[in-house]
């Protein structure tokens, strides 16, 4: 048998180890979390492939991360590299949302499935945020894609009817992402009623100068 003294020098190497990995995973998440919010900025200002390059330093933060953390995962499911990668699928689907491209998933992205899910919650808010962008350049048709987007993503969230202690929290984000969207479709149809009505007067103006 081991002495005591003995004992507690494996177990301090064992929290020195552990303690170590922490602070350098939450360094890169916090890498992580920086990155994907100036990718996000960068997407409203179209400018895609600097958002692209954000993304991919989210990514590679986030990896590191999670690699620091292989031998120490009570660490790795603390929660801090949950909410790390639920920005980086933030950032990594509205890019692609907004592009009009494939959505990524889960497994493309190297995230856990809560973080993910939560992370495209969050993508409502950056949607609504693009459409009022192009309401107020007139742009109806795209508003009504956008919108539609929002519909698909919570129709998939409300489906995932699970305790929250293995969804990551998911249901209070489902809720908040459903008053954005009836928030969102209220604006979007004050707007599209006003530009027709705009319509209508302009069509009487002309018919009363003839």
Do not use: W
């Amino acid at each position: 048998m081991s002495s005591l003294p003995e004992i507690g020098l494996r177990v301090r190497a064992v929290y020195e180890a552990k303690y170590a990995a922490r602070d350098r995973a939450l360094q890169l998440c916090r890498e992580t979390t920086r990155s994907s919010a100036v990718a996000i900025r960068a997407i409203h200002r179209g400018e895609f492939e600097v958002a692209l390059g954000h993304i991919e330093s989210a990514r590679q933060a986030l990896v590191a991360a999670q690699t620091v953390l292989t031998d120490h995962e009570d660490v790795l499911f603390a929660g801090f590299v949950h909410d790390a990668a639920k920005e980086y699928v933030e950032a990594s689907a509205t890019l692609a949302l907004i592009r009009e491209q494939p959505l990524p998933d889960p497994e493309a992205l190297g995230v856990q499935v809560p973080a993910y899910l939560n992370g495209l919650a969050e993508t409502v808010g950056e949607l609504r945020r693009h459409l009022l962008d192009r309401l107020r350049h007139g742009d109806v048709d795209s508003c009504e894609r956008v919108l539609g987007l929002m519909d698909e993503i919570f129709s998939l969230l409300v489906t995932i009817d699970y305790p929250d202690a293995i969804t990551g929290g998911l249901r209070r984000s489902t809720d908040v992402a459903r008053g954005i969207i009836e928030k969102t479709r209220g604006d979007l149809t004050l707007a599209v009623r006003q530009q027709e009505l705009e319509r209508r007067m302009g069509r009487l103006e002309r018919a009363l100068e003839k």
